[in-house]
């Protein structure tokens, strides 16, 4: 089936580690995006990649990385200078020759810090 | 920056009551989008709008793309326990880059 494949589920971060959360997709989609969510909050935008090896900062992208090496995968990466990194991340692509088509999206991964 | 105010923050109603949430913006939107989330899942995408005016329903529900192009409502009738779940409006900010803003979302509870 097509779609959009987080992992892992739940992660566990320790203070200063630097934690990588993938996000893959085998819709043949040219964008791709990470969204935080917190509790009472709409999603908010921490990178997106519109193609491969390119990759734009979104509005709080403070303390996080990305990559897009393959077309298929644009993992994320926390670093330990996001001081508050509990949240629940969701993934997403589109496609289309025009980028009004709807995002579709991963099921997330919850990050909580021991 | 741009913001969705979208309302009512929270819901809690009797099966086979009708809701209605909407999304307003101070910025115009050539695109309006809602989704639902369930709890520990992403968002699923319910309804798209194009076009200032247009109303489109999928089944029990029916959402309008506002004629000033600032806002949108969802109706859902006949609520049933499955409808629970927290529902977003979002509007796309640019098709160049396929950007999304999204409301502060609106919790759904359904008493059977």
């Known amino acids: 089936d097509g779609g959009i494949t987080q992992s892992p589920k739940y992660l566990f971060r320790k203070e200063g580690q630097n934690v990588t959360l993938s996000c893959e997709q085998n819709l043949n989609h040219d964008a791709m995006y990470w969204y935080r969510q917190d509790p009472g909050q709409g999603l908010r935008l921490i990178y997106y990649?519109?193609?491969?090896?390119?990759?734009q900062k979104g509005d709080i992208a403070e303390g996080y990385s990305v990559s897009r090496e393959k077309k298929e995968s644009f993992p994320l990466t926390v670093t330990s200078a996001q001081k508050n990194p509990t949240a629940f991340y969701l993934c997403a692509s589109m496609g289309g020759a025009l980028l009004d088509q709807p995002q579709h999206f991963g099921d997330g991964t919850r990050l909580s810090i021991l | 920056g741009q913001q969705l105010n979208q309302s009512p923050q929270s819901m809690f109603i009797q099966e086979g009551e009708d809701v209605s949430m909407n999304c307003t913006s101070s910025?115009?939107?050539?695109?309006w989008l809602w989704y639902k989330q369930d709890p520990g899942e992403g968002p699923v995408l319910l309804i798209a709008?194009?076009?200032?005016?247009e109303l489109t329903s999928n089944g029990r529900l029916t959402a309008q793309f506002g004629i000033t192009r600032k806002d949108s409502f969802l109706n859902i009738s006949a609520s049933i326990p499955s409808d629970v779940g927290i529902y977003f409006c979002a509007g796309l900010i640019s098709s160049n880059t396929g950007k999304l803003i999204f409301g502060q979302g609106t919790t759904l509870q359904v008493k059977p």
């Open positions: 990649s519109q193609i491969v090896n390119d990759f």
């Open positions: 910025s115009i939107f050539n695109t």
């Open positions: 709008l194009y076009k200032a005016g």
